[in-house]
């Protein structure tokens, strides 16, 4: 299957700073890349949907001034947590879909521990 | 509105074959995934299914009838590697993924 590698794996911050978290398609074209969070022992939650060159869409409830997505290219697209605090601690997972595509292929995941 | 059903919990013997069942009313169908998700790691694709009937691959099949809004997931020969959560999601007519809460697998010696 297609390769999705995120970076960092895990981070650990200050509150009120900013982290930012990588997204790549390994050896794919990803038109379409999702973020998702992910608090234990609790159901995936879809952030955001993001294409290629446009703004990401953002789901109910999702600060987007706060989680900032850009997707500048069809491997790589960027999570920015903004001012960081204690309670955005958690498991930031984001997948791929290629054009065409039906199957969305996950990254390994970003641990983030806002202290 | 959008729904997808699936036990959650369920607990098998290793060695035996364990079927976990996903009902689901979408706006629209695109597709049925399965995915296996280990504690504290990303989901990883198990399966498709698009049209009716059962697509095997290897210890793990997965069964659709779009007519009955049902899918299942078939796990034989249950090895312990196997516990885990396991996810279904429908594609929807806006091709937005819908999640099921998913399935926590306990496999007992």
């Known amino acids: 299957g297609a390769v999705v590698s995120q970076h960092p794996s895990w981070v650990i911050c200050k509150s009120g700073t900013s982290v930012k978290i990588e997204c790549r398609s390994l050896?794919?074209?990803?038109?379409?890349m999702f973020w998702y969070r992910q608090f234990p022992k609790q159901s995936l939650m879809l952030m955001a949907t993001?294409?290629?060159?446009?703004?990401?869409?953002?789901e109910q409830g999702v600060e987007k001034d706060k989680f900032l997505i850009n997707h500048a290219s069809l491997t790589l697209s960027t999570l920015t947590v903004t001012s960081a605090h204690p309670e955005d601690s958690s498991f930031y997972i984001c997948s791929a879909r290629e054009l065409k595509g039906r199957v969305e292929f996950f990254g390994p995941g970003t641990r983030l521990t806002v202290l | 509105g959008q729904n997808i059903d699936q036990p959650t919990e369920m607990t098998a013997t290793e060695g035996a074959i364990v079927q976990i069942n996903c009902t689901y009313q979408t706006s629209g169908f695109n597709g049925l995934f399965w995915y296996q998700q280990h504690a504290g790691e990303a989901p990883t694709f198990l399966s498709y299914n698009v049209l009716d009937g059962l697509e095997e691959k290897g210890r793990f099949s997965s069964f659709l009838s779009r007519s009955k809004g049902y899918s299942y997931l078939l796990l034989k020969e249950l090895q312990m590697k196997d516990s885990a959560s396991y996810l279904c999601a429908v594609l929807d007519s806006n091709y937005q993924l819908i999640w099921g809460a998913g399935t926590k697998l306990i496999i007992k010696p």
């Open positions: 993001s294409n290629e060159g446009s703004k990401a869409t953002y």
């Open positions: 050896d794919f074209q990803a038109t379409t």
